[in-house]
């Protein structure tokens, strides 16, 4: 069973940086898939970034944060970090931190295809 904490959410200012972690604990972190997901009210769980175990040497962007997000992963720290710069107001969102053990190359946006959630961290971004 792998346990995921978020963190590293709040309140920034358009054009401004926020920097998620995500730590695991509970399994082999480094054989894991990891993704970061978001939610904003009364919208659908978004697929936004996502990275391969071991390595991490695949990843997947969504389309609305390609360029201005990075995912990266430090296996010896058992923890996945999100980069966000150039923050804009619709990226205002509960983010998820996901984790699965055998990937889905094709369908990895889909929150189904993950297996362990944590419980999220808010980011506001002000205009």
């Known amino acids: 069973q792998v346990q995921l904490v978020e963190s590293g959410g709040g309140l920034v200012q358009a054009g401004g940086s926020l920097r998620l972690s995500c730590a695991a604990s509970?399994?082999?972190?480094?054989?894991?898939?990891m993704a970061w997901f978001r939610q904003a009210p009364g919208k659908e769980r978004e697929f936004v970034v996502g990275?391969?175990?071991?390595?991490?040497?695949?990843?997947y962007y969504g389309d609305s944060v390609k360029g201005r997000f990075t995912i990266s992963r430090d296996n010896a720290e058992n923890t996945v970090y999100l980069q966000m710069n150039s923050l804009k107001p619709e990226d205002t969102a509960v983010y998820y931190c996901?984790?699965?053990?055998?990937?889905?190359?094709?369908?990895?946006?889909?929150?189904?295809?993950?297996?362990?959630w944590g419980q999220g961290t808010q980011v506001t971004v002000s205009s």
């Open positions: 990275i391969s175990n071991w390595s991490g040497s695949t990843t």
């Open positions: 996901a984790a699965v053990r055998y990937w889905n190359y094709i369908d990895y946006a889909n929150s189904r295809g993950y297996d362990y």
């Open positions: 509970g399994g082999t972190f480094s054989s894991y898939a």
